[in-house]
């Protein structure tokens, strides 16, 4: 399990990023919402409720249209990812 540190939230966001959901900016374009899944793991939230955390910011906060299947790899992702 992670901690929330810089490094992680950096690290996360680099993850998010690397997934290409936003064809432009970078990586530390996702540096919130890293903070806060780091946070929301730490809450002990289980993958499902991850998974609906990541699809509500991208639309609401990133104006993303995801794609379900996009949305559960990057939640895998992340999930495997804190749990290392």
């Known amino acids: 399990m992670k901690v929330l540190d810089q490094q992680n939230i950096n690290a996360l966001s680099k993850i998010i990023y690397q997934t290409n959901i936003m064809p432009s900016g970078k990586s530390d374009s996702f540096k919130k919402l890293s903070k806060k899944l780091i946070l929301d793991l730490q809450n002990g939230y289980e993958l499902e409720k991850i998974k609906r955390v990541i699809t509500s910011e991208l639309i609401t ?24």
């Not at 906060?61 to 290392?84: A, H, M, P, R």
């Open 61 to 84: 906060t990133y104006g993303l249209s995801v794609n379900e299947n996009d949305v559960e790899k990057i939640t895998e992702l992340i999930y495997s990812w804190y749990n290392e």
